[in-house]
């Protein structure tokens, strides 16, 4: 559908001469609130499915149908997010949207304008955040709002400034745009009475451990005979392979012997069949959104651990790297970043993803010193994204393009006469 269709359809007359108005209680009129100048905001109702192109951030063209459907069956049954349209005034038209997902401290924000609209849209979507957040966070009481745009809009990120968001983290070429790519760009929107009360987020520096330095990639394995059982990236200690049933048993036994609280936000429980369900329910995502791999030992098939990358974007070619090392004997061993770039190979070489991000929380040094290691830089934070320690804590954030992967140096072969010396 082109602009002027979708403005025609907007204001489209019907036979008895009126203008087909928008369903009853969609207009602005009497809200007394979210209503700017240009444009207002307000949740979704099934007439809107017509105009899902304009508010779903998607790539992927489905019927009007679908939404109906979607919006009457599925999105009422979300928990802990909300989706709010933005909507213009002068027509009542949905042009964008912003997705709000409710994590306790925070509220991230998702904000989406048809490209259609070009210039207009981002204007648009501008207003809508300049309403949206003081509402949301100043008024219904939240510490924080998060919000993620990209370096070409703009308008937005004038109207971010403008509004009081601060930018806390960068992420390079992270996102696709039409015809190229752009930077994600995250600015958080501090409540002013939870600073007063706790005071700033960005005063709490970021603890350090480990040299800092990236080290080499390790060398290719060539392997001599067939790979170990099931393998589906081979390194000189250890392989990865996907979970089989008849690993939940340890996953949950190791999660009972766990020694340290501290990488994680304490530790978990794990139970066998919990883990077994949630594995299988991975498995049948096609495209997966989330993929792990056990890690395991070559010297004896043991599994010590697992790598993943979470919230795989297809679209955009990037996901969240995850790390861990079940058993503690094994960790600051090096077998997690061997891991990792196994991980890397099979992420940037055969999925062909353009980057990799990581989130730590601040007392995980040691994963924050592997991550450096392994090649990761590190982009900026995430304030005030979960609890602990009496108060709401933080995430530093990093990330890994597969070009910077592909320009750290590579381990070397050692020589004939070191091998034979050794
Ligand atoms: C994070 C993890 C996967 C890293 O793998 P690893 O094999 O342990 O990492 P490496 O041994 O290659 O590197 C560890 C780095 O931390 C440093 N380190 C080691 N032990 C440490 C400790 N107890 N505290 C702080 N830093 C430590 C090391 O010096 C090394 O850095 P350097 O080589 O620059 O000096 C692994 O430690 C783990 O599973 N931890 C528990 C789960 C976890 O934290 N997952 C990540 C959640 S974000």
Redesign the pocket.
């Known amino acids: 559908m082109t602009i002027t269709e979708r403005e025609q359809q907007a204001s489209t007359t019907v036979p008895d001469g009126s203008v087909d108005k928008p369903a009853p209680g969609t207009g602005h009129e009497g809200q007394t609130f979210l209503v700017g100048d240009e444009v207002y905001l307000r949740a979704i109702e099934p007439s809107d499915a017509t105009y899902a192109p304009s508010w779903k951030n998607t790539v992927f063209p489905k019927s009007t149908e679908y939404y109906e459907k979607w919006i009457k069956e599925d999105m009422v049954k979300e928990e802990r997010t909300a989706t709010y349209l933005i909507i213009r005034k002068r027509d009542d038209v949905p042009v964008g949207s912003i997705k709000a997902n409710y994590w306790d401290p925070s509220v991230f924000l998702e904000p989406y304008v048809d490209p259609i609209y070009a210039d207009s849209g981002q204007r648009w979507l501008a207003e809508a955040l300049t309403l949206m957040l003081p509402w949301l966070v100043d008024e219904q009481h939240r510490p924080i709002a998060v919000v993620a745009v990209n370096s070409s809009q703009t308008a937005a990120i004038a109207a971010l400034e403008t509004a009081g968001a601060r930018q806390t983290a960068r992420f390079r070429d992270k996102v696709r745009i039409h015809g190229g790519r752009a930077d994600e760009l995250v600015f958080e929107y501090l409540n002013s009475l939870w600073v007063k009360t706790l005071g700033d987020p960005n005063d709490q520096p970021i603890e350090r ?5 990236p ?1 080499p990639v390790p060398l290719k394995v060539e392997l001599d005979g067939d790979p170990p059982k099931n393998a589906v990236m081979v390194g000189s200690r250890v392989y990865l392979r996907p979970f089989e049933k008849k690993d939940a048993d340890e996953v949950a036994l190791w999660s009972r012997r766990e020694t ?1 609280p501290f ?2 936000n304490g530790r978990a429980m794990r139970s066998a069949v919990g883990f077994a369900s949630w594995t299988e329910g991975l498995e049948k995502d096609d495209p997966p959104e989330w993929i792990r791999f056990a890690v395991c030992l070559r010297e004896n098939d043991e599994l010590i ?1 697992a790598v993943g990358i979470d919230g795989v974007d297809f679209v955009n070619g990037c996901g969240e790297s ?5 058993r503690p004997e ?11 770039h196994l991980l890397f190979d099979y992420a940037f070489n055969r999925l062909k993803l353009h980057s990799l991000q ?4 601040f007392p ?4 924050a ?2 991550l ?3 090649g990761y830089t590190e982009v900026g934070r995430l304030n005030w994204d979960y609890t602990s320690d009496g108060r709401f804590a933080n995430l530093v954030c990093f990330e890994l393009l597969a070009a910077d992967w592909r320009a750290l140096p590579r381990a070397s072969r050692p020589n004939a006469n070191e091998t034979s010396a050794s």
Do not use: L, P
């Open positions: 451990s480990g040299t800092g330095d080290r340290e990488w994680s651990g995850e790390s861990e090392i079940h094994y960790r600051g061993g090096g077998y997690g970043s061997e891991a990792k990581s989130f730590v929380i995980n040094t040691r994963s010193a592997a450096r290691k392994q």
